[in-house]
T-cell receptor, first 112, second 114 residues
Framework: AQSVTQPDIHITVSEGASLELRCNYS??????LFWYVQSPGQGLQLLLK??????LVQGIKGFEAEFKRSQSSFNLRKPSVHWSDAAEYFC??????????FGKGTRLHILP | NAGVTQTPKFRVLKTGQSMTLLCAQD?????MYWYRQDPGMGLRLIHY???????AKGEVPDGYNVSRLKKQNFLLGLESAAPSQTSVYFC?????????????FGPGTRLTVL
């Protein structure tokens, strides 16, 4: 069955430190992959997406993600986090149909 | 452009009551979606629509009905609310299939069923 897994429910990092949020997928073929961010009380906003081609994808707000087929992973990274990055992050995967599957989310906490 | 709007923002129901959540988008998107978000569960697809007059079931459709009479509106109905339907509901739209296109989300509706 198709699935998207985010192993970490909560992550805490200090402001200015680097960040990596993990995402693993299980699809028969290479899926389309997304990272969304949800600030408290808000809807979701797309950070970046991967369809094909270059495996390192740049997104908004200084985020990037790397697609690794051998590890079935699509981890999100940022070199230096800001307090405003505190939010919940969702990885999602889609196939050639009309639906995408969301992971359960990782809540990011930032220490001052 | 207002993007995707949802009405109401908050609602409290008693078990057995009915209600309709309204989603509207002004981006001329073909596809619209209803999700529910529960703690630790991520977002789960309830129903979706690939165009005016069409609807399809998602992952958790039981207890909900939808209608897409106009392209810009997607209604989610609860005929007989149950406490298990306490959740935050998000509507989203996309230009076409989400495998190729970004989904735009509304701000959510927080529903409590007592």
């Amino acid at each position: 069955a198709q699935s998207v897994t985010q192993p970490d429910i909560h992550i805490t990092v200090s402001e200015g430190a680097s960040l990596e949020l993990r995402c693993n997928y299980s699809y028969g073929a290479t899926p389309y992959l997304f990272w969304y961010v949800q600030s408290p009380g808000q809807g979701l906003q797309l950070l970046l997406k991967y369809f094909s081609g270059d495996t390192l994808v740049q997104g908004i707000k200084g985020f990037e993600a790397e697609f690794k087929r051998s590890q079935s992973s699509f981890n999100l990274r940022k070199p230096s986090v800001h307090w405003s990055d505190a939010a919940e992050y969702f990885c999602a995967g889609g196939n050639r149909d009309d639906k995408i599957i969301f992971g359960k989310g990782t809540r990011l906490h930032i220490l001052p | 452009n207002a993007g995707v709007t949802q009405t109401p923002k908050f609602r409290v129901l008693k078990t057995g009551q009915s209600m309709t959540l309204l989603c509207a988008q002004d981006m001329n998107h073909e596809y619209m979606y209803w999700y529910r978000q529960d703690p630790g569960m991520g977002l789960r697809l309830i129903h979706y629509s690939v165009g005016e007059g069409t609807t399809a079931k998602g992952e958790v459709p039981d207890g909900y009905n939808v209608s897409r009479l106009k392209k810009q509106n997607f209604l989610l109905g609860l005929e007989s609310a149950a406490p298990s339907q306490t959740s935050v509901y998000f509507c989203a739209s996309s230009l076409a299939g989400v495998s190729y296109n970004e989904q735009f989300f509304g701000p959510g509706t927080r529903l409590t069923v007592l």
